[in-house]
């Protein structure tokens, strides 16, 4: 049966070098994988009397019920996402407490979860993606270990037709990718 993996771009910038990464890094999964782009840019604000069962006029949007279904339906999670002021975007971790209530049906729970962090600085998001597993970290996610995805310079790394053009980096990420899907095959949701 196909592994849904849902792709989840830490930007809304139209020009995003992390939405062309996350585009390119789609095209290394394997057959038997379908990786989507799962778009978090018209999720609410999270507000937890959303989902209060004592608050009862305010129902849970249908953007909340849509993401945290498409989660539930996945094999596994892969997040490229930017660094904002040393942390993840406001965006991405919008989308992540969404994902995390109601406490008895977390979507995040036990889902693998690859990451791929970039900045156009040297660090390579290095502070994001810290930032981004510390999150994650109250939900049993099993993530690949090392090498760990860090992508400096995303600007000198992106050609004019939005391709990373470097064939170490392309090794890299298809390496990466290879390592996750292992990840998704040993770490069935159960
Ligand atoms: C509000 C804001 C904060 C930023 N903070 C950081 C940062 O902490 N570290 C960093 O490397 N780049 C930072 N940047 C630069 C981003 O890395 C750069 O804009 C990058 O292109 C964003 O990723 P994207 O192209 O995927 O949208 C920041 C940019 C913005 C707009």
Known sequence: MTKNISVIIGSLRRGSYARKIAHQVITYFPDGYEAQI????????YDFDYDDPDVTDKPTPKEYTRFRETLKASEGVLFVTAENNRTIPACLKNAIDIGSKPNSDVAWKNLPAGIISHSVGRMGGYSSQKNL??????FDMPTPGQPEAFLGQSPSLIGEGGLITSEKTVEFLQNYVHRFTELVHTHPRG
Not at 38 to 45: F, M, Q
Not at 133 to 138: E, H, N, Q
């Open 38 to 45: 799962v778009e978090i840019r018209d999720l609410p604000l």
């Open 133 to 138: 597993r510390l999150a994650l970290s109250y």
